[in-house]
């Protein structure tokens, strides 16, 4: 069972450029979620989605952008990469069951210099 | 505003200890609170999860965890530590009322030493 894929797992970008972080899952799952996690913060919510179509900002979505065209692709865009977005990106995914549990990727280690 | 806290950023414990990470929230109507672990770069894992019923939960690798209504906590526990328990855990409760999103605790660093 793969679960959650992200790809890339590194990247090192300049500062300026774009780039796409990959996510899909394989368990039909509706919502899904891009969290950002920095050291002693914990996880920040950046955006998600209750279904193909339908995307939500979450807590820090400056700078990102994202999109849902299928259930399994959940694509998190930065458009002009910038040194506070070097961090640890984790997509993640649930049913909609408000009771049943997140499932995460290993996530994309991203550096800006 | 709902809430959830992590009140230790870092617990050490002998191994063959029992262990407690502590968790307490502040959230309207029913909690439904969950535990992960997050082991060096990987992805969090569930480890448990509490709805309704029966205030002992238990789930994966032998832990458990205990919710007290009265003192809004949801602290994780293990009879017997393991050196392969040294993690990071995170504490999480569901954002009423569209239940859609995960309201996290920063994180408690569990080291086992042997």
């Known amino acids: 069972n793969a679960g959650v894929t992200q790809t890339p797992k590194f990247r090192i970008l300049k500062i300026g450029q774009s780039m796409t972080l990959q996510c899909t899952q394989d368990?039909?799952?509706?919502?899904m979620y891009w969290y950002r996690q920095d050291p002693g913060m914990g996880l920040k919510l950046i955006y998600y989605?209750?279904?193909?179509?339908?995307?939500d900002k979450g807590e820090v979505p400056n700078g990102y952008n994202v999109s849902r065209s299928t259930t399994e692709d959940f694509p998190l865009r930065l458009e002009l990469a910038a040194p506070s977005q070097t961090s640890v990106y984790f997509c993640?995914?649930?049913?909609?069951?408000?009771?049943?549990?997140?499932?995460f990727g290993d996530g994309t280690r991203l550096s800006i210099l | 505003a709902q809430s959830v806290a992590q009140p230790e950023d870092q617990v050490n414990v002998a191994e063959g200890n029992p262990l407690t990470v502590k968790c307490t929230y502040s959230?309207?109507?029913?909690?439904?609170l969950f535990w992960y672990v997050q082991y060096p770069n990987r992805g969090l894992q569930f480890l448990l999860k509490?709805?309704?019923?029966d205030n002992l939960v238990k789930g994966s690798y032998g832990f458990e965890a205990e919710f007290n209504k009265s003192q809004t906590s949801f602290h994780l526990k293990k009879p017997s530590a393991l050196v392969s328990d040294s993690a990071l855990y995170f504490c999480?409760?569901?954002?009423?009322?569209?239940?859609?999103?995960?309201?996290w605790g920063l994180g408690t660093s569990l080291a086992v030493n042997p």
């Open positions: 509490y709805i309704t019923g």
């Open positions: 368990m039909n799952h509706n919502y």
């Open positions: 959230v309207s109507g029913n909690p439904y």
């Open positions: 993640a995914s649930s049913y909609v069951d408000r009771g049943q549990p997140q499932h």
């Open positions: 999480a409760v569901r954002d009423p009322p569209g239940n859609r999103k995960l309201i």
């Open positions: 989605s209750v279904g193909a179509g339908i995307t």
